[in-house]
């Protein structure tokens, strides 16, 4: 169960654009701003750097930038985030038979090289202690240059933020991000776990 309920998206009418930015990204308003809303510029300002980091217009294809995400969010361990991030890489041209490798990333011919090293970062930022060390930026760097990886760190660090909130929040997981979990995480022992309601 949340510990705080989130309100209806017409709670706070000034925040209609903010919202239709996550209604773009993954298809619905995500409870956790919802919840958020209760402090509108946190919810503006959340949507703006949201906006520059994910910019389908960046050095990183934006449906990889949502694999990021979901690598970061599995090193902390957000079944909420790890769910969404999923769904948002589907929405951003990230194929579904991709989605369903995850698991297999290191092996399967799905995945490159370069995004093998890109998710093996991803899992190294995101965890508690940080594990990024010269051999995985040694890694990185044969396949991304500076610019990039800048980019790439600001959607594994867009994600923190998010990890920490739905966590600390218990935010209820809505019904297609459980449909995406069940599908391809409940191999990897994902049940949802306090974010069901």
């Given amino acids: ?10 709670t706070t009418p000034e925040l209609a654009a903010d919202f239709a930015i996550f209604e773009r990204i993954l298809g619905f308003v995500p409870n956790s701003l919802l919840t958020m809303q209760r402090r509108p510029q946190i919810v503006k300002a959340f949507g703006a750097l ?7 217009e960046g050095a990183v294809d934006p449906g990889f ?8 969010s599995r090193a902390a361990g ?11 890489a589907n929405l951003h041209a990230v194929e579904q038979e991709k989605l369903d490798a995850i698991w297999e990333y290191k092996t399967s011919p799905l995945y490159t090289a370069a995004e093998r090293a890109g998710l093996d970062y991803a899992l190294a930022a995101g965890s508690i202690p940080n594990g ?5 930026m040694g890694e990185l760097k044969k396949y991304w240059n500076d610019d990039q990886i800048v980019e790439m760190l600001a959607a594994i660090s867009l994600y923190g933020f998010l990890n920490r909130w739905n966590d600390s929040m218990a935010t209820e997981i ?7 979990g069940q599908r391809v995480l409940s191999q990897g022992g994902w049940d949802g776990g306090k974010h069901r309601g």
């Avoid at 169960?1 to 017409?10: F, G, Q, R, T």
């Avoid at 930038?65 to 970061?72: E, Q």
């Avoid at 990024?132 to 995985?136: K, L, N, P, R």
């Fill in 132 to 136: 990024v060390d010269e051999q995985i």
């Fill in 65 to 72: 930038k949502r694999l990021l995400a979901h690598f970061a």
């Fill in 78 to 88: 957000c079944q909420y985030c790890e769910a969404h991030s999923l769904i948002a």
């Fill in 174 to 180: 809505e019904k297609p991000a459980i449909e995406m």
């Fill in 1 to 10: 169960m949340a510990h705080l309920e989130p309100l209806p998206a017409d």
């Fill in 50 to 56: 949201t906006e520059a980091v994910m910019d389908p």
